[in-house]
């Protein structure tokens, strides 16, 4: 099959496109077939990052996390998926296990989810990773119907679905990106829209219930400032915050300051979906990779400042 892997534990060589071994199921795993793959920060990272350390580790280290695709042979004993079946989810990538930039994928059936009618393999591949990523930063922010909430990168991967279910939650979102994309940012439903540098911070009057920093570069000074007493601030980027420090905050400031990641429970891709089949919430999606040209779809994703989801197609 071919493949986008590590051929090496090295954070100086990047990962290459090539042929490798097609996998084998086990008695307890599903065989699917990829069609569309979405590039997450996490997988960039990942692929640019000497891995060797990770328990597990062994190379070649194929990457990527968010699929969709086809099952080919399902589970021995399981009944949720038949040969067939349309899927995504997302593959958990550590202690030694495939990612999904391949042809062939290899998965236990509770990381997939059958595709909802309507739903295409891209739109599918675009949501685990960042839309329940947004879906818990939101739920950590407490935010709710009349909520008055900042969106920091307000139209990228995880900013684009924040804004969309923040709104299908009754929130009044006030939404920060560069000045090109306020007119997408207006289109996804925000109320708002501001730049995001420093003097556009700068000339915020008022303050908010919640904010969500989904480019996880806001300043300190900028978040005390703008944010209510008993507000919540959550970024992808604050992951490892000790508890006596987010304490010590609360404490003296009465704001909470925690992390939004992933969170992939039942009722949070039955939330998304329904969303979807609802039409409040659609991926954006204008950047389309062959899996050949992945390395340029990495590239892409982690320098070129990407609306919405940036995907990777395989052949059909």
Partial sequence: ??????????????????????????????????????????????????????????????????????????????????????????????FGKPGSLAELLVTAPENARHIPDGMSFQEAASLPVAALTALNGLRRCKVTAGSNLLINGATGGVGHFAVQIAKAKGAVVTASCSEKNSKLAMKLGADKVMGYRCEDMANISGAFDAILDAWGQMKFKDIFRLLKKEGSYASPLFLIAPAFVTNIVWLFSRKYLTSMNMRKRAEDYDEIEKLFSEKKLKPFIENIFTLEKAAEAFAFAEKGRPRGKVIITLAD
């Fill in 1 to 94: 099959m071919k493949a986008y892997y590590k051929a090496s534990f090295k954070k100086s060589e990047t990962s290459r496109y090539g042929v490798l071994l097609d996998p084998v199921a086990g008695a307890n795993q599903l065989l699917i077939e990829v069609k569309a793959v979405s590039v997450n920060p996490v997988d960039y990272k990942l692929n640019n990052m000497d891995t060797g350390f990770i328990p597990g580790a062994r190379l070649p280290k194929i990457v990527g996390s968010d699929f969709a695709g086809i099952v080919r042979i399902p589970a021995e004993g399981d009944t949720a998926f038949k040969a067939g079946d349309r899927v995504y989810g997302a593959a958990p990538i550590f």
